[in-house]
């Protein structure tokens, strides 16, 4: 998606060779009208598998999934990272460790969002290792719900997380592919 | 506003005197057409005060203040509860503690998200005691940014967080005013 490249080319900070940081746009302060076009990109690439519902876990993915539930006129669920008080004791949970966070969460769905035979569609912002991706998928076999494919913002192809997805023949859709961020530079594929 | 009271009266939860579980539709589960008229409302509410920026804190908050920025074509930023390693070190921060998840959080905006002089509206999805509305309100305050006005979607009445950012002539919109849960019924003002 080459409005998504622009941006990131613009507002991209590389802080390694592993960590591109993208606050200015997507997961700390968020372009609107960006979010939407990214939506209806993944909209028009999943529309034909006729996802039932868009998963994602808080927080970064919110706005773009949000954005593409909309497009797709379907609700979004965005997984908890940890129990609160309003959340239903009866949930679907999964133990992942978080790139960025540097540390291991909790991410939960509540079981009485995700049924049986659902056609659901994951939305992230970011896949490096794929845990959070694989964690959700597991939710989604948990729920005994069906997985249709996965839509990333931007994915690192340095890194193992799309690469060990499509081995296992999930579909996976990336809008900016990066290839390295090796010496401080952003180039795609 | 009355399609959020109509979707809170068929799907909402009491769980008890003090909390209201409306995780089918705004902090679980998202219904992306109901929020994107409550964006429409708010921005209707708020636009005669031209905000430069919406403001929120993660996560339930995301959708609605999204939808706003999308509407008023403005930036949206969501505060992060903990510092990550792609977060900005140079960052306004406050510690918080949060109603529903019964811990203390520490909330931080990236100090160049946040300009001297900006105009910022808050969005959140409740407002109960009002803990994370100061908080948001004291970082923008420490970036010297100025408060347009306090938009919410849910506000219990019967607890101070309204009332105590209207009696410092803060501008305060809620689309659902709900006067008691008392009984397990949901009571509008």
């Not at 379907?74 to 908890?80: C, E, G, N, T």
């Not at 494919?149 to 690192?156: D, P, S």
């Amino acid at each position: 998606m080459e409005l998504l490249k622009q941006r990131i080319m613009e507002v991209g900070v590389v802080v390694s060779d592993q960590v591109l940081k993208l606050d200015a746009i997507l997961n700390h302060q968020v372009d609107p009208t960006l979010i939407m076009e990214m939506g209806k990109e993944f909209a028009r690439l999943f529309r034909e598998s006729k996802p039932d519902k868009v998963l994602t876990v808080e927080s970064s993915g919110i706005p773009i999934a949000f954005a593409t539930a909309l497009q797709l006129g379907v609700p979004m669920v965005f997984a908890r990272r940890k129990k609160t008080v309003t959340m239903d004791q009866d949930t679907y949970s999964e133990r992942v460790p978080s790139f960025t966070k540097g540390i291991v969460t909790d991410i939960m769905v509540s079981a009485h969002l995700l049924s049986k035979g659902e056609r659901i569609l994951l939305i992230d912002d970011f896949i490096a290792n794929g845990d959070a991706a694989r964690g959700l998928i597991r939710i989604i076999e948990k729920a005994e719900a069906e997985l249709v494919g996965v839509g990333i913002a931007v994915e690192k192809l340095f890194q193992a997380g799309g690469r060990s997805l499509r081995e296992r023949d999930i579909r996976v859709e990336s809008l900016a592919r990066i290839a390295s961020l090796s010496g401080g530079q952003i180039r795609f594929e």
